[in-house]
């Protein structure tokens, strides 16, 4: 299907990477998956994603290591990332957003706060053939 968004699932828990992307792909999204830090970089690399769901607490590379990386690539920079993790000390988002980061999602969690996230990151693709509406052009008022 043209237009499907990818997501880079990043978690080495496999019941959280079968119970939350099974979700997205309910909900019409592309999952890729990586279990550790230095698999979410190549993943990255090999399959451009529209967004990063990322773990903090990683093995090889923890999710703050990545997100900066991501954040400092010219390649890669421009992908939102949603910190995903049971990290749930104030400090530990300050710093997750710090590095980057474009929004935190504690663990446990209601899918609905996971979705509201990525659709409030992810504009709404374009539909081959249609035209954005433009304001008629027409006289200024003076």
């Not at 828990?13 to 119970?19: D, G």
């Not at 290591?65 to 991501?70: A, K, R």
């Not at 929004?103 to 209601?110: L, T």
Request: with cysteine; net charge negative; glycine share 8%.
């Amino acid at each position: 299907m043209a237009g499907k968004r990818r997501l880079l699932l990043v978690d080495d828990e496999p019941s959280i990477v079968k119970m939350v992307g099974k979700r997205l792909e309910v909900e019409g999204y592309e999952v890729v998956v990586a279990m550790d830090g230095q698999e979410a970089l190549r993943k990255v690399q090999m399959n451009h994603p529209d967004l990063v769901i990322l773990d903090l607490m990683l093995p090889k590379m923890n999710g703050y290591e990545v997100c900066t990386t991501l954040k400092q690539d010219p390649q890669s920079q421009h992908i939102p990332i949603i910190m995903f993790t049971a990290k749930a000390q104030e400090r530990d988002e300050q710093l997750g957003l710090a590095c980057g980061a474009n929004a935190y999602v504690r663990k446990p969690f209601k899918a609905q706060e996971l979705l509201d996230q990525i659709r409030g990151l992810l504009p709404e693709p374009q539909v081959p053939g249609t035209v954005n509406p433009q304001p008629a052009a027409g006289p200024s008022a003076p």
